[in-house]
């Protein structure tokens, strides 16, 4: 079900519309809407199913621009490994259809639903916007690496589009790169074609219980540099794990492969503790835990930040703010990945959180959190000001009046 009821497609009054809320069913529709907006000077909210909505800084919008209508499954191919959808088509209907022929998005897209407190996982688009990546990211890639091009509305009302039905080198700009992780600031996509890979046949993980941070991000280490191709790695501190602590190992593939390389990490592994390994039901059901956040989806009142460091600093940056904010996490991507909840303060911990990973190269971005703290701090990661510059620049080309989604990554 959709969290909001529908609403009809826009209808325009000379240089006005009828309503506040615009809902394209077609891309002429959906440039027109756009047109109308940059006409008028009137800043617009980009929506699909809202799911993520609350994820941004609070914007100042006179209209909202209701993408959801442009759905449905419009090529696939599974030979060709090649899938082409509208924006705001559910990921639900398109995960289920490649399900079907034995097929998956191979960057695993997060379902926050839990976590945020929605209906559904969300639309395609909105997996764009976001570029969230589940436990696979650390062998596959992003979803930006997966995108092999879309058509789109820039915030002139221009209709585009970029890249092809083929993953190739080409001389120009790969604006896919550019549009996924974008929030919808750049331009309003309407229609993306992205490459889809065949499903293992089997997984199973190697599960080591007991250790404390460090000996973990040591374990996973020595097991991502071995040669048993490990496809998640991630652990789970005694504060969100149920019973104790536990490092987990992904290994995914045809049986026998992953029975050989299975007995090989019980050997990598030995000098960390007695290695157990979770069949294929088990494992399946850990790792969907691992990659939607259920850990942290119980307090609803704590804020949840997503925090990107080098692997082997992820033990001092969570163990600093354990001590500094009361913080509560866990690591996924070998330890490249932290998240984290923290008690509601004013300023959402964000000085220290920022704090704590200024020595690495690193990231954080805050997830849940309410519009009053959301309009107060900065929910994305400050840029240096070369890259803030550089930012700006690319926003004008695209949407020179600032009509996209206006301030939601940056003031």
Same mark, same amino acid.
């Given at each position: ?199 293992? =046949? ?10 404390? +941070? %460090? #000996? @973990?991000? $040591? !374990? *996973? ?45 019980? =050997? ?10 979770? +069949? %294929? #039901? @088990?494992? $399946? !059901? *850990? ?63 964000? !000085? ?60």
């Amino acid at each position: 079900m959709s969290t909001r009821e529908p609403c009809p497609s826009p209808t325009f009054r000379g240089s006005e519309t009828v309503a506040d809320t615009l809902c394209p069913r077609t891309a002429e529709e959906l440039a027109r809407a756009v047109a109308w907006a940059a006409g008028e000077k009137e800043p617009v909210e980009v929506l699909g199913t809202g799911t993520k909505r609350g994820i941004g800084r609070v914007m100042q919008t006179a209209a909202t621009l209701d993408v959801s209508a442009l759905s449905g499954i419009s090529l696939y191919e599974p030979d060709e490994l090649v899938m082409t959808a509208g924006a705001g088509t559910r990921l639900g209907e398109i995960e289920a259809m490649l399900a079907e022929q034995s097929q998956q998005f191979a960057f695993e897209p997060p379902d926050l639903s839990r976590l945020l407190g929605s209906e559904h996982s969300g639309t395609l688009g909105g997996m764009i916007a976001g570029n969230f990546a589940g436990p696979r990211r650390i062998k596959v890639g992003s979803v930006r690496d997966h995108l092999l091009g879309f058509a789109a509305v820039s915030g002139r009302g221009e209709e585009f589009k970029s890249g092809s039905r083929v993953m190739k080198n080409v001389t120009g700009y790969d604006l896919s790169k550019l549009m996924a992780g974008s929030w919808g600031t750049l331009a309003v996509l309407a229609q993306a074609t992205f490459k889809v890979l065949p499903a293992p =046949e089997t997984e199973a993980t190697v599960m080591l219980a007991g250790l404390d +941070d %460090e #000996a @973990a991000a $040591r !374990a *996973m280490s020595a097991a991502m540099q071995s040669a048993a191709d490990v496809s998640g790695a991630a652990h789970l501190p005694a504060d969100v794990a149920a019973d104790g602590p536990v490092t987990l190992l992904r290994l995914e593939g045809v049986g026998p492969s992953v029975d050989f390389r299975a007995e090989r990490l019980h =050997e990598i592994l030995g000098e960390f503790g007695q290695p157990e390994r979770l +069949d %294929e #039901a @088990a494992s $399946r !059901a *850990m790792w969907t835990g691992v990659r939607d956040v259920h850990c942290l989806a119980d307090g609803q009142d704590r804020l949840v930040w997503r925090i990107s460091v080098p692997p082997m600093d992820g033990p001092r940056v969570l163990g600093s703010l354990r001590r500094a904010c009361q913080a509560r996490g866990f690591y996924d991507w070998a330890g490249g990945l932290i998240w984290l909840d923290v008690p509601a303060t004013a300023d959402g911990s964000a !000085a220290a959180i920022r704090a704590a990973i200024a020595p690495a190269t690193g990231h954080a971005t805050l997830i849940r959190a309410p519009a009053s703290l959301r309009t107060s701090i900065e929910v994305f990661q400050p840029q240096p000001p070369a890259l803030a510059a550089l930012t700006q620049r690319v926003k004008e080309a695209f949407d020179p009046l600032g009509i996209l989604n206006p301030g939601r990554m940056y003031p």
